[in-house]
């Protein structure tokens, strides 16, 4: 019923949707992509009390850890949260262009 192109397709497309669900996981915890978002909101005039920026709002969840202990442990979970989040990019860019790659030689193959 499908031939080996609409396979190399599907599987192309799996590739590349998983990488777009990767990075976009990833970017909840990536600290540059919060310092972008930040910097962002400043230029646009959009912060006020009511919409801190996405670098205030991590602050803001550390602080209010109620014993030092638990923004230590909030202030590492941040930490390894933007390391992992780095580790995902690289993956899920790879996803992307090994899904892209495939569809391309599913489209190229005759």
Avoid: C
Wanted: charged share 15%; hydrophobic share 55%.
């Amino acid at each position: 019923m499908f031939g080996p192109n609409a396979w190399l397709i599907l599987a192309g497309t799996v590739l590349v949707l998983a990488g777009i669900l990767m990075r976009r996981w990833a970017a909840r915890y990536d600290l540059k992509d919060a310092a972008i978002d930040s910097a962002w909101t400043l230029v646009r005039g959009k912060r006020t009390a009511e919409n801190p920026t996405a670098v205030e709002a991590k602050l803001r969840d550390i602080q209010s850890q109620p014993t030092w202990g638990g923004r230590a442990a909030k202030t590492a979970g941040t930490a390894i949260g933007h390391a992992l989040a780095q580790l995902m990019n690289w993956v899920a860019i790879v996803l992307i262009v090994a899904g892209m790659a495939l569809v391309a030689a599913a489209l190229f193959w005759r």
